[in-house]
Structure formats: C-alpha cells, structure tokens
C-alpha cells in the first residue's frame, strides 16, 4: 500500500535483514543472548576450585587425625605437602 513494499509479513524480511545472511545474524544474536543468560544463571562451577580440593583435603587429613588414624608427625608432613 502506497509503495511501501509491506507484505504484512510480522517483522519485514527476515528481521535483520533479507535472505540467509539476515537469518544468520539473528541465529547468532540469539545464541549469544542465550549463552549470555546461562552464564549468568549457572554458578560458577569451576572458579577456584583448587582451594576447595584443599580445603577438603585437610578437612579429611583432620579427619584422620582425629580418629587416630595417623599421628601428628604425619599430620603436620601431610599439611605441608598440600601447602605446596
């Protein structure tokens, strides 16, 4: 209607312009956006967990050494070897 060229077809042609290069545009905007909120959303698993594979390998060395399992020699030669 008056020379626009609107097919009426929702968001024109292929929202970010015409043919597969537009769809490819909004392909990877979108899958940007979503890796984006995943991100966002999901803890961070994986920052720092050298300190929590410490932290529990004393937790179990001090587990040891509360039940008697091992003396405080090897306690103290333990904790020095995780320290490194």
């Not at 594979?53 to 995780?82: F, H, P, T, V, W």
Request: glycine share 16%; net charge positive; aromatic share 12%.
């Amino acid at each position: 209607m008056w020379g626009c060229n609107y097919s009426g077809a929702g968001f024109g042609h292929w929202f970010f312009g015409g043919g597969i290069l537009g769809f490819g545009m909004t392909t990877l905007i979108i899958i940007i956006i979503g890796a984006l909120v995943i991100k966002m959303i999901r803890p961070n698993q994986y920052r720092g967990s050298g300190q929590f594979d410490k932290k529990d390998s004393l937790n179990i060395l001090k587990m040891r050494l509360a039940k008697g399992e091992i003396d405080e020699q090897e306690y103290q030669k333990m904790k020095d070897i995780l320290a490194i």
